[in-house]
């Protein structure tokens, strides 16, 4: 495979390399300090951005969370003995603040589409607990649940999807299903909290796939085109010129051409497969990924997510493989077409990792007569959705990040030992020169 493109990472990591103080320190925690400097950093561009600037809340800590992580039998990673983690994707562009009160945050919430908000929620409840108590009293699209369970707002195309899986070779790598419960005359699916028993958690979601809106969406536009205002906003605010003369004038765009243009910006049109959002140890939710289109910035960004560990990336690959495997058995995957659904990778710093396949509000049935490949262009009336391309390059591309952090590892551990090697050198010579001095000295005297 292609040796991957140097990243300024990995001059940063080699810059530290230099520095002779640095010598004794292993290799790992010289990545980490620089990595940690340097998510230092982006946090505190991010605090100013979004308002986040309250201090982490560590998750409670107890034997029931260690039970339920030695218990399962979904773990994954080498380094790993943890089962559960959490799923949905981060759509929503909201990061609440410590200041923000009960009622902005009540508001902000209705205002954010149905399943959009698990991402923030999971990491605003992880850093406040009495937060997301309250939040679930009211109304939103996830409630709490008794522990190791969370409720999620009823949608009958993710319930179907969720009982078929459950009797899938997919089962290990979904959310268990637990049915549907009534809360406040709403019905929630309950499902496994794949957060249980991390403590404060690293996460990321990755949607899956080259084409994000349905068939359905695309004929339903051409039939009757829908000009949403939203969408031009958004459009216009990542990137002035994309809309059409016709677009800026009428200040709308249909979905499916949103959709395909965010395609086209991000890496999901070429790679298959896009960055949506990370949080590194409860830490802020980054979201500022839609324009990440190249393989170096997604690469740099995995280092980041992992913290540059090897351990966790080989438990990530370890896991998308066997995935990867079940997938192309599966009778669930050869019939659905799987559209806006997320990866979802989650660790801590114990190194219990685990990634798991969610949000299926938009996968399904193909038509009786098709079976679905995964892995080749869509055409319209195909229903193909690059599922499988997508995948593979995800794997690729940990695959090479994890060979970066082996390489610069040892290109940095090299450079230290020359570091040492010349201290050594010139302690030796110094010391010879002072023996020297003194025997001259001693027999100068004795003349
Ligand atoms: C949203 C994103 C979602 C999509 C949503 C878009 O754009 O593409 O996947 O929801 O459509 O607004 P962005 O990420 O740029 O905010 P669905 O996948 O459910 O269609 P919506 O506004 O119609 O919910």
Redesign the pocket.
């Known amino acids: 495979m292609e040796k991957p493109k140097k990243i300024p990472l990995e001059k940063e990591l080699q810059k530290v390399s230099m520095v002779p103080h640095k010598a004794k320190k292993d290799m790992q925690s010289l990545t980490k300090d620089l990595l940690s400097k340097r998510e230092g950093l982006k946090h505190g561009e991010n605090r100013e951005h979004t308002g986040e600037n309250s201090p982490e809340v560590p998750l409670p800590e107890g034997e029931e969370q260690k039970k339920s992580m030695r218990q399962s039998d979904r773990s994954v990673s080498s380094t790993s003995t943890c089962s559960s983690v959490a799923y949905s ?1 981060p ?1 929503s ?1 909201q990061v609440f603040s410590e200041e923000e009160d009960i009622q902005t945050k009540r508001k902000t919430l209705r205002k954010t ?1 149905s ?2 908000t698990f991402f923030t929620m999971v990491h605003w409840s992880l850093r406040r607990q009495n937060s997301w108590v309250q939040l679930a009293g009211h109304e939103g699209n996830f409630k709490a649940s008794e522990r190791g369970h969370i409720l999620k707002k009823f949608s009958p195309v993710e319930n179907a999807c969720l009982v078929a899986l459950m009797e899938d070779v997919l089962r290990p790598y979904v959310p268990t299903y637990y049915g549907l419960v009534e809360r406040d005359e709403q019905t929630y699916i309950k499902m496994e909290d794949l957060l249980m028993g991390l403590e404060a958690p690293s996460i990321m979601d990755c ?1 899956i796939g080259i084409r ?2 349905l068939e359905e ?1 695309l004929a339903k536009a051409l039939l009757k085109p829908t000009p ?1 205002k ?2 031009y906003n ?1 459009m216009v605010a990542l990137e002035p010129e994309a809309p059409t003369p016709e677009e800026h004038m009428q200040q709308a765009v249909t ?1 499916p051409r ?2 395909q243009w ?1 395609e086209s910006v991000s890496s999901t049109a070429s790679l298959g497969f896009r960055i ?1 959002g990370v949080t590194v140890e409860a830490g802020p939710v980054k979201k500022n990924f ?1 324009k990440m289109k190249s393989r170096d910035k997604i690469m740099e960004t995995f280092v980041l997510f992992t913290k540059g560990r090897k351990d966790i990336l080989a438990a990530y690959l370890e896991r998308l493989e066997n995935m990867q495997a079940a997938l192309q058995t599966s009778e669930f995957f050869r019939t659905h077409e799987v ?2 659904s997320s990866l979802l990778f989650v660790h801590d710093r114990r190194g219990f990792s685990n990634v798991w396949m969610i949000d299926f ?2 996968t399904t049935p193909a038509p009786p007569h098709i079976s679905l490949r995964h892995d080749v262009p869509w055409e319209q009336g195909t229903h193909e959705d690059g599922y499988l391309l997508g995948l593979r390059n995800l794997i690729a591309s940990l695959r090479d990040t994890m060979r970066m952090v082996e390489e610069t590892a040892e290109a940095t551990s090299e450079s230290v030992a020359q570091e040492v090697e010349k201290e050594t050198v010139s302690e030796k010579t110094l010391l010879k020169r002072e023996i020297e001095e003194n025997t001259t000295n001693g027999e100068n005297k004795e003349l």
């Open positions: 994707s759509e562009d589409k399943w959009k949607k994000t809106y969406e949403r939203d969408m958004k979905k949103y959709m965010r949506e839609k559209i806006g509000g938009k």
